[in-house]
């Protein structure tokens, strides 16, 4: 699978949970953060390789993994050495191509959508250029209240609803959606109560904007982490 060097390299992993060097955007400066003596001080390489054993700790089934999004698939390619299954969307472009790039084999189900409440088509916009993991979903009011945003900053993305693919098992669900974690599980209610998984969600460090949602579905916050929080079934 051909790239172009211009706008995509192979980033080093330093080792981090088995993890082989990924194709990555060149202009991207907020997956592996700072590097200092050689290994990462922060950044969601951080987060991966200090808090992913905490969740799995409480992740009884190894069959089938949910993680959206994929952003350039440094986790879904984590847990493709844990879970016989691997379902992960990216909605945007370019981040895709190095998720599919990177992601290879019959135990990804890999879509270039994103997660939402309904089946439909949303505002993606691209908040930082130098931070693809910063990209927000937003709706056509939103935008249009919003007239500041550069155009070629926004693209037009298709969402699905998880429960629209009737997965077959669901052990954990990871959402990192950039505050669209909400309208996602919304969309994954039916799996939810069907699998009760473990859920992880993207704070930031602050409380989750879904914590609300959650305990409606049944969930309390296990933990809070440095930016993810885990949720399990009372």
């Given at each position: 699978m051909?790239?172009?060097?211009?706008?995509?390299?192979?980033?080093?992993?330093?080792?981090i949970c088995d993890l082989p060097p990924?194709?990555?955007q060149k202009q991207d400066q907020g997956a592996f953060g700072k590097i200092i003596a050689g290994r990462p001080v922060d950044g969601p390489i951080l987060d991966l390789a200090l808090d992913a054993s905490k969740w799995m700790e409480l992740v009884k089934g190894r069959d089938v993994v949910v993680q959206a999004g994929g952003n350039q698939g440094m986790y879904p390619r984590y847990y493709a050495n844990i879970f016989e299954k691997v379902y992960t969307f990216e909605p945007d472009v370019d981040n895709y191509f190095c998720l599919d790039f990177n992601c290879q084999g019959v135990q990804y189900y890999k879509q270039n959508v994103g997660l939402g409440e309904s089946d439909t088509t949303m505002n993606l916009v691209q908040l930082a250029p130098n931070n693809t993991g910063m990209h927000r979903t937003v709706s056509d009011e939103l935008l249009l209240a919003n007239p500041n945003i550069p155009s070629d900053r926004v693209s037009k993305v298709e969402m699905v609803r998880l429960d629209s693919?009737?997965?077959?098992?669901?052990?954990?669900?990871h959402l990192d959606v950039e505050l669209y974690e909400t309208e996602a599980l919304v969309g994954a209610e039916e799996t939810i109560k069907k699998y009760s998984p473990v859920i992880v969600v993207e704070t930031g460090g602050r409380p989750s904007p879904a914590d609300g949602y959650l305990r409606l579905l049944g969930y309390k916050l296990h933990s809070q982490l440095r930016m993810d929080a885990i949720y399990v079934k009372e």
């Open positions: 051909k790239y172009d060097t211009n706008k995509f390299e192979m980033r080093d992993c330093f080792g990924l194709l990555w693919l009737n997965i077959e098992a669901c052990d954990l669900l």
